[in-house]
């Protein structure tokens, strides 16, 4: 069974730390997204990648970056976090930009 | 601005009915259209996906509908059971000429079936 999977379902974090958010996914797919979900805004795209260290601006990376060293795994880092940053965080993977998305179970993170 | 509506927001159903939920899209050039469920606390899960000469897909008790002329769709239930209980999310790809297709997501509707 194909999967995505992030590392963690819930993460409480303190203003101004820095959090890494993992993602990793078995099915050799090349495009990985990052997506937040907030109630009453569906999900929004941060960052997306087609290809091992490349990355691609969504319609809201301002306070995030992504990582991409290898294939199976894309990153999303808060350099500083901010109480604005709570939400939902949702990864995603397709084998092929027009395909469809296989998406992990999510990380709900609380900044405090 | 490409923008994808869905309606009704919310919805409470007894098990064993039937159901409608509508999504409609501004995107343009379209490309293609799924559904999604998404359990609570879960991540969303492909029911469908429709192109533009589709106008019917079916995965079990969900059939979706497409008409692109009016870009509309709507996903179908029949027969609902408690499972599916979860918010249903309308998702559009736009067409783009570099090969990246942006995708808008409508903000899904919430069903509830009670017994």
């Known amino acids: 069974d194909v999967k995505v999977t992030q590392s963690s379902r819930y993460l409480v974090k303190r203003t101004g730390e820095k959090v890494f958010l993992e993602c990793v996914q078995d099915?050799?797919?090349?495009?990985m997204f990052w997506y937040r979900q907030d109630p009453g805004l569906g999900l929004r795209l941060i960052y997306f990648?087609?290809?091992?260290?490349?990355?691609e601006k969504g319609d809201i990376p301002e306070g995030y970056s992504v990582s991409r060293e290898k294939k199976e795994r894309f990153s999303l880092i808060l350099e500083s976090a901010s109480t604005n940053q709570t939400s939902m965080y949702l990864c995603?993977?397709?084998?092929?930009?027009?395909?469809?998305?296989?998406f992990g179970s999510g990380t709900r993170l609380t900044v405090v | 601005k490409n923008q994808v509506e869905q309606s009704p927001q919310s919805l409470i159903i007894l098990e064993g009915k039937n159901c409608t939920l509508q999504?409609?899209?501004?995107?343009?050039?379209?490309?293609?259209l799924r559904w999604y469920k998404q359990d609570t606390g879960r991540g969303p899960v492909s029911l469908t996906i429709m192109t533009f000469s589709e106008n019917t897909k079916s995965n079990g008790r969900y059939t979706a509908t497409l008409d692109a002329d009016t870009k509309q769709s709507s996903l179908h239930i029949t027969a609902s059971q408690l499972s599916d209980s979860a918010s249903y999310i309308c998702v559009v790809s736009e067409r783009d000429s570099g090969g990246y297709q942006k995708v808008t997501f409508g903000t899904g509707t919430k069903l509830q079936v009670i017994p």
């Open positions: 999504c409609n899209y501004t995107v343009s050039p379209f490309s293609n």
């Open positions: 990648s087609y290809d091992v260290k490349m990355k």
């Open positions: 995603a993977s397709s084998r092929q930009l027009n395909y469809g998305y296989t």
């Open positions: 099915m050799d797919h090349e495009n």
